[in-house]
């Protein structure tokens, strides 16, 4: 049982990067296993900020193993990009990195099929990434995708031009206008960059690791209200981003699995389109994005932001069968006079607290109400240095879901954490 998964609760970007970057000391391995480049995961070390999309969060702790799953959906062409920023020398990156062969490649075609589909979809578009997440998704289901193994084959090329094929006969029902060369140059010259690095069957590395008693964290990427089959569909992603995802894309069994850490903003936000009860369009909305930067770490669109939604948190714990909880961002919060918190929805005029299964339903949400803390908390180190009213919404929180908040986020630097 020492395999944690750690992942996000409500709709993407709760801090998953900034945790995982400053849990990575206590884990020898930390590994991805779902999602893509629509990850953006954030992490602050000494005022510098970095952005990972691919490569997992722990990169930057140069004694540790990163991984990169089977059920991560890998595009080249950012992966070599995302390379070269990182800063680290590419000879020692392969040091640390290795890639499942089993990963799916999202290809050129897969970005413009993204594109299309949105466009088509008129006012009902998903607000995806576009990074070609679920045209790879897709392809990986209907059994024509290419995988990461594949670009060792002699002959890649031609596998590569049948799918090709595939994805402009496709295209010829859409009229949308692409520039296909454009694309593919960096995505060749990406190929070229993930044969430096160890290509694996990484489901061995990870058992054998797990069997030698090696530490691993399965760092999951979106939120559970995204996840393809509890997320409020069709405004998803493509994966599985719950904690079952974690299994099947890394290849371990549940019997493997220790804790299973939650991680949630002390408020709500959402980027893209979709169901979102607690969402204020107003004055306090705009602060909560103003003072907590509340802008896309992948496309800079900014977020939609709201209060704590418990019904839709009380799901997520449910789902993932979460053990700890992990609270960010409430520095953001300080200074509001009060802040409120969703206990329960009320839809056609009756109170509820699940999650309904229609995403067009109008959901009402009922609120209660917290007193605010007033005071700058990101120097603060110690849970008992906390405000007394940020210890009371706390507590609210781990009554109304039943599970302990064990780390506190007090800002984007991986020193800004207090540990419980
Ligand atoms: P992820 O996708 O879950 O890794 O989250 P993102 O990186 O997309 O978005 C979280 C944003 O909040 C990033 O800009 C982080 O640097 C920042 N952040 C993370 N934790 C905290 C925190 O506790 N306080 C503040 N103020 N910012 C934080
Ligand atoms: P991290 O890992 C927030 C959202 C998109 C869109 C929907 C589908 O940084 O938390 P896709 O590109 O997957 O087809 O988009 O999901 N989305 C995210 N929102 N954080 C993310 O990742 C996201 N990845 C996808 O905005 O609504
Ligand atoms: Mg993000």
């Not at 103003?290 to 948190?313: I, M, Q, V």
């Not at 789902?319 to 802040?339: E, Y």
Request: with cysteine.
């Amino acid at each position: 049982m020492n395999i944690d998964i750690l992942l996000g609760l409500q709709w993407g970007d709760e801090g998953k990067g900034k945790i995982v970057d400053a849990l990575s000391p206590a884990y020898d391995v930390i590994a991805r296993f779902q999602g893509g480049p629509n990850a953006g995961h954030s992490l602050e070390i000494q005022n510098v900020k970095h952005v990972l999309h691919l490569i997992p969060s722990g990169i930057f702790h140069p004694d540790k193993l990163n991984i990169i799953g089977n059920g991560v959906v890998l595009d080249p062409a950012v992966f070599k990009k995302e390379i070269n920023e990182l800063g680290p020398p590419v000879e020692d990156l392969v040091k640390r990195l290795v890639i499942s062969t089993r990963s799916n490649l999202i290809l050129p075609g897969h970005r413009i099929l993204d594109a299309a589909y949105e466009h088509h979809k008129g006012n009902l578009k998903i607000g995806s990434t576009l990074k070609g997440i679920g045209p790879a998704y897709t392809d990986k289901a209907s059994r024509n995708g290419l995988r990461v193994g594949d670009i060792l084959n002699k002959d890649f090329l031609k596998l590569y031009k049948k799918q090709l094929n595939n994805h402009l006969l496709i295209l010829k029902n859409y009229s949308f206008e692409f520039d296909l060369e454009e694309y593919e140059a960096g995505w060749f010259e990406g190929v070229e960059m993930l044969k430096k690095f160890r290509l694996t069957n990484t489901e061995y590395l990870v058992n054998e690791l797990s069997d030698k008693g090696k530490k691993i964290l399965a760092e999951g990427a979106q939120g559970t209200m995204l996840d393809l089959d509890f997320g409020s569909y069709p405004y998803v992603t493509s994966s599985n981003t719950i904690s079952s995802g974690a299994c099947t894309g890394l290849g371990f069994s549940p019997r493997k699995v220790g804790e299973v850490i939650g991680i949630f903003k002390a408020y709500c936000t959402r980027v893209g389109s979709g169901p979102f009860p607690t969402e204020l369009n107003d004055e306090t909305g705009d602060q909560l994005r103003k003072r907590g930067y509340e802008y896309g770490s992948t496309t800079g669109r900014p977020r939609r932001c709201g209060w704590l939604d418990l019904p839709a948190l009380n799901y997520a714990i449910m789902i993932n069968g979460i053990t700890r909880l992990f609270i960010t961002k409430p520095d953001v919060m300080s200074g509001f006079g009060t802040v409120k918190v969703c206990i329960s929805y009320k839809i056609d005029g009756k109170e509820c607290k699940e999650i309904p299964y229609d995403s067009n339903s109008s959901i009402e949400p009922v609120y209660t109400e917290l007193p605010g803390w007033q005071e700058e908390i990101s120097g603060i180190r110690k849970y008992e240095d906390l405000p007394d009213a940020l210890k009371k919404y706390i507590d609210f929180i781990e009554k109304e879901t039943g599970i302990p908040v064990s780390l506190v986020s007090v800002g984007p630097d991986r020193q800004e954490t207090v540990f419980r």
